[in-house]
């Protein structure tokens, strides 16, 4: 949301994308209301550390590039792969 405006992204962005509401939503009924609190939820592999940081690099530094990860993220793993 940050890089809505950003030249490259503007083009293809739509808050109707946005998913952190349903998410929170999909937790509170699957783990419970104290989901936030879960330990299980909390702990991040370094894997994981390392993939944030270079989103957020990205974001940061190139945001035309996070298009790769929209492009995987929602056309391929949330659309079942079949967009691509």
């Known amino acids: ?11 293809v962005y ?6 952190v509401d349903s998410i ?3 937790l509170e009924y699957f783990v419970g209301k104290e989901w936030e ?3 299980r939820l909390n702990t991040v592999s370094p894997a994981v550390e390392q993939f ?8 940061a530094k190139q945001p035309s590039l996070l ?6 993220r929602y ?4 659309a079942g792969g079949q967009i691509i």
């Open 52 to 59: 944030q940081a270079h989103i957020q690099d990205l974001a």
């Open 37 to 39: 609190s879960d330990e």
């Open 67 to 72: 298009l790769a990860h929209f492009y995987v």
């Open 24 to 26: 929170k939503l999909d």
């Open 1 to 11: 949301r940050d890089h809505c405006e950003n030249e490259s992204i503007k083009n």
């Open 75 to 78: 056309l391929g793993d949330l």
């Open 14 to 19: 739509s808050s109707k994308l946005e998913r």
